[in-house]
């Protein structure tokens, strides 16, 4: 990896295409304590990398099951419109707390903009890159995408 050329420059991995990223367990602590939620459910996650005692797996499809309890959400990057909407979605109907975590991008941003002027839910940029892990261990390299948290609240319909 040739550290002269920024991070945003530099030819993407294959390794980057990957929707496996786990959610380091300090940056969703911090998040669950800054925005005093307490998530039940992970609606995408395995037996390995849950931060929940209850979660859907990429088998169970998330995108299908009802969401009735408070859920954290690192959704796969390929399908990160699907589950914004998702969320919205479950809140409008189960009146439940939603924390997300999706890349800050011009891509995200689009399919957010509605929810934001209804509304539903509000954001914050994550501080800083974050540095996913794969199989339980860090990645050598902070994602290439800024942060941002996305949190509907139960009571604000």
């Known amino acids: 990896i040739r550290s002269d050329i920024p991070l945003h420059q530099r030819t993407r991995s294959v390794a980057s295409l990957s929707d496996?990223?786990?959610?380091?367990?300090?940056?969703?602590?911090?998040?669950?304590?800054?925005?005093?939620?307490?998530?039940?459910?992970?609606?995408?996650?395995?037996?390995?990398?849950?931060?929940?005692?209850?979660?859907?797996?990429?088998?169970d499809d998330a995108l299908s099951k009802s969401w009735d309890l408070d859920t954290w959400v690192n959704p796969p990057h390929s399908l990160t419109k699907?589950?914004?909407?998702?969320?919205?979605?479950?809140?409008?109907?189960?009146?439940?707390?939603?924390l997300m975590i999706i890349p800050a991008?011009?891509?995200?941003?689009?399919?957010?903009?509605?929810?934001?002027?209804?509304?539903?839910?509000?954001?914050?940029?994550i501080n800083g890159r974050p540095v996913f892990h794969v199989n339980g261990l860090p990645c050598p390299e902070p994602s290439r995408n800024s942060y941002f948290a996305i949190v509907w609240r139960e009571g604000q319909r």
Request: aromatic share 12%; hydrophobic share 30%; charged share 25%.
């Open 20 to 59: 496996d990223y786990e959610t380091p367990n300090e940056l969703f602590l911090e998040l669950c304590k800054m925005h005093n939620i307490k998530p039940i459910l992970d609606a995408s996650a395995n037996i390995d990398n849950s931060k929940c005692p209850y979660w859907y797996s990429k088998e």
């Open 82 to 98: 699907q589950f914004v909407l998702k969320a919205d979605e479950e809140w409008q109907k189960n009146n439940i707390n939603i």
């Open 105 to 125: 991008n011009s891509i995200c941003a689009k399919y957010c903009n509605d929810i934001f002027e209804l509304k539903h839910a509000t954001y914050h940029r």
